[in-house]
């Protein structure tokens, strides 16, 4: 079985990509009735759909994996304790379960990644969700400790009121996007045109 594809994805840290070449490979192999299931890179196949939220495709994968290889290769069932915690919405949960394993040296770096992008959301759901947040609720939702979560935020331009142990959030200037009317088109076209003729 050929996993060049998934590694070179992983060296080249397309990690967005790494789910469809696991799907895409998977159904190649089973079609072609090679048996894969001893070999089958689950752990990253499970971590690629949650890199993209695509967690229903993941849940639909830990179903399928046999019991015997969840039993043997605990690294499986590590990946599966962040995707439970991000079913359940419980964000200072998947910043446990990513702490709570020692990742082998060929995951590292793609849960790595992971963390940093769902830093990075729950950072943006905390922007848009509230004005102001206890430094405390901050460190849970972003899994770090007070010190860190009050430097990362105070680096994204929030506030801090020490006497208080508050943050106020700053929020991000809104782009809107200006929509051009078909009819102004038209008649910008056809004033041009005009002053052309």
């Not at 159904?27 to 089958?40: I, K, M, R, S, T």
């Not at 752990?43 to 039993?71: M, Q």
Request: aromatic share 12%.
């Amino acid at each position: 079985m050929d996993l060049s594809a998934v590694t070179a994805a992983l060296e080249s840290k397309s990690y967005n990509k790494v789910a469809d070449i696991c799907d895409n490979l998977m159904l190649q192999v089973a079609a072609d009735g090679v048996a894969f299931h001893n070999d089958w890179p689950y752990a990253i196949h499970l971590l690629s759909h949650f890199y993209v939220h695509d967690i229903n495709s993941a849940r639909f994968l830990w179903k399928t994996i046999p019991f015997l290889i969840k039993e043997n290769k605990p690294e499986i069932t590590a990946v599966w304790k962040i995707g439970q915690q991000l079913w359940l919405r419980n964000y200072g949960g998947v910043h446990e379960a990513i702490r709570g394993y020692e990742w082998s040296q060929e995951l590292q770096g793609f849960v790595s990644a992971f963390s940093e992008l769902y830093t990075k959301e729950v950072f943006q759901l905390l922007v848009s969700a509230y004005s102001t947040i206890s430094i405390e609720d901050a460190a849970l939702f972003l899994g770090m400790s007070k010190e860190d979560a009050t430097s990362y935020v105070l680096q994204q331009g929030w506030t801090v009121d020490s006497s208080s142990g508050m943050l106020t959030v700053k929020k991000q200037p809104v782009v809107t996007e200006q929509k051009l009317d078909p009819r102004k088109l038209q008649q910008l076209t056809e004033y041009v045109f005009h002053l052309e003729h």
